[in-house]
């Protein structure tokens, strides 16, 4: 919608900058209603009157409170602070004047929604839009990805192919599954992603994560499976994971949580296989000097 200007630029890196002078100021009403000036065509109008709607700092869409200086120029609400009360067009205090007009513009609009590339085809008014966007099934995944700060977003299918061919992670078909963990030092433990493994079953992904983290003096190891999709979808699902040695075995049963929610989220709630060292160890056999942890595991569809 709106495009970024360079004089606003420096508001938006440091909000103790203040803007030059710019003389000019858009009114909404000369816009639509100016008789003098070639008739513009109805999408023309709409977009512009929608680049009106965007604030000239921070560039997002406005909603009420939209504030306006005695000139005309309007700000959003979370900006009005930042430039300490100045209108960042022509520097005049702005006070506490709403500019109503704008808002009763914004409300007689219906827009599409931002995810209409990803298939969304549904049409907003302008006030719902960003609540609907922020829930809407169509709106692109955050890659699963734990082992670093990966920032690439898509759907599913795009997601899987950038963890195969970008984080080169394994790539399983079927439901069941039987892993082996080693690390040569379990006394020497960083917060790490040690796999994180992908398994297609009943049309469906599926992300394997297990990984060691500290709790208080000692590490601790876990295991838990996320679902390439929404929550809704998630709880349609259950799995298992078993871990053991030395005649003996842990079970863990659950329902898979969506990558909808962090990585670090569901870690930190030890939603899944919960191992401590000295049981790692255990299970490990040997002079307990290295781990060596076999998880198995399955999973299935409710009925």
């Not at 808002?103 to 827009?111: M, P, R, T, W």
């Not at 298939?119 to 609907?132: N, T, W």
């Not at 984080?167 to 040569?184: C, E, I, L, P």
């Not at 259950?238 to 075995?249: A, Q, W």
Request: aromatic share 10%; proline share 6%; glycine share 6%.
């Amino acid at each position: 919608m709106a495009l970024s200007n360079p004089l606003f630029d420096a508001i938006r890196s440091n909000s103790d900058v203040d803007p030059p002078q710019i003389e000019e100021s858009i009114d909404v009403g000369e816009l639509i209603n100016d008789p003098a000036q070639t008739a513009p065509k109805p999408a023309e109008i709409l977009s512009s009157v929608r680049d009106l709607l965007d604030c000239p700092v921070c560039l997002n869409p406005m909603y009420p409170p939209i504030h306006q200086c005695s000139n005309g120029h309007t700000i959003c609400t979370d900006c009005k602070p930042r430039v300490h009360n100045r209108c960042p067009t022509c520097r005049h205090e702005l006070g506490n004047i709403r500019c109503l007009a704008l808002e009763k513009v914004a409300s007689s609009f219906a827009l599409p929604c931002k995810y209409k590339a990803f298939g969304c085809i549904g049409i907003y008014p302008y006030y719902d839009k960003s609540e609907h966007e922020s829930q809407c099934s169509y709106r692109p995944y955050n890659c699963p990805y734990a082992g670093s700060q990966c920032s690439i977003v898509g759907d599913i299918s795009y997601l899987v192919n950038h963890l195969k061919e970008d984080h080169k992670v394994d790539m399983h078909n079927g439901s069941t599954f039987n892993h082996r963990y080693v690390k040569s030092n379990p006394h020497e433990v960083e917060n790490a992603t040690w796999m994180l493994t992908v398994f297609s079953c009943y049309g469906q992904y599926f992300c394997l994560h297990f990984e060691t983290f500290q709790l208080g003096a000692a590490p601790v190891y876990i295991a838990f499976l996320r679902f390439m999709g929404d929550d809704s979808e998630a709880k349609k699902y259950s799995y298992s994971l078993e871990v053991g040695g030395n005649g003996r075995k842990m079970v863990w049963q659950g329902v898979p949580r969506s990558i909808r929610e962090s990585h670090s989220n569901i870690r930190d709630s030890f939603d899944g296989l919960i191992i401590q060292r000295n049981m790692a160890l255990f299970f490990s056999g040997g002079d307990r000097k290295e781990l060596k942890l076999r998880v198995t595991g399955r999973i299935w569809k409710e009925q």
